[in-house]
């Protein structure tokens, strides 16, 4: 399977400041259509999960433009421009390119210092 | 307005079997495919089943793979999760999720239902 290598795992950030998650896949996640199935879901305190970004940088509808996704390789990167209270929760990566077997990342608690 | 909602979830002694339900609203399950992720308690998330959209299909992680079934009714929009020979390791917070493509994956989620394994 493909693993996903999220880091840190821990954020706390001070409100305003910029934060960054990186996940690291230990394949290629370029797909046969050319696209790269790469997801990064927001979960708030006793919520479900919520996507944030799909293919690397395309943000879901209603998603603050303070989102944004990258890439280099196979090195995925989610910022957040300027960290807002209701930011606090867990991100993970996901991989869907290897489907069926979809594989998340560990998760990274963001919280406000 | 697009609604997961899930239910069935509960207290199962080792061994024991329960089926998840997740009725959709605002759109039609044979359009989409259909995913199961489960989150244990304190844990990440963890992909468990889904049928794909014109329902040729069922995939599941190797953990549930001969003993979790994934089925939908389309005239009631639902989708079901049979989970048969349970097991403690199987205790979690059990999401429903639908996605356009197989690549795309488990895109919109429900609330979730928690499945408790325990003796």
């Known amino acids: 399977d493909v693993v996903m290598t999220q880091s840190p795992l821990s954020l706390p950030v001070t409100l305003g400041q910029p934060a960054s998650i990186s996940c690291r896949s230990s394949?290629?996640?370029?797909?046969?259509?050319?696209?790269?199935?790469l997801n990064w879901f927001q979960q708030r305190p006793g919520q479900s999960p919520r996507r944030l970004i799909y293919k690397v940088s395309k943000r879901d509808s209603g998603v603050p433009d303070r989102f944004s996704g990258s890439e280099s390789g196979t090195d995925f990167t989610l910022k957040i421009s300027r960290v807002e209270a209701e930011d606090v929760g867990v991100y993970y990566c996901m991989q869907g390119t290897h489907w069926p077997m979809y594989t998340f990342g560990q998760g990274t608690k963001l919280e406000i210092k | 307005e697009v609604q997961l909602v899930e239910s069935g979830g509960g207290l199962v002694q080792p061994g024991g079997s329960l089926r998840l339900s997740c009725a959709a609203s605002?759109?039609?399950?044979?359009?989409?495919?259909m995913h199961w992720v489960r989150q244990a308690p304190g844990k990440g998330l963890v992909w468990v089943s889904c049928?794909?959209?014109?329902?040729?299909?069922?995939m599941y992680a190797d953990s549930v793979k001969g003993r979790f079934t994934i089925s939908r009714d389309n005239a009631k929009n639902t989708v079901y999760l049979q989970m048969n020979s349970l097991r403690t390791g199987d205790t979690a917070v059990y999401y429903c999720?639908?996605?356009?493509?197989?690549?795309?994956?488990?895109?919109?989620w429900g609330q979730g239902t928690l499945v408790t394994v325990s003796s």
């Open positions: 049928l794909n959209s014109d329902g040729s299909s069922t």
């Open positions: 999720a639908r996605g356009w493509t197989g690549a795309e994956g488990p895109a919109w």
């Open positions: 605002g759109f039609t399950v044979s359009d989409y495919w």
């Open positions: 394949q290629s996640l370029v797909y046969s259509d050319g696209n790269t199935y």
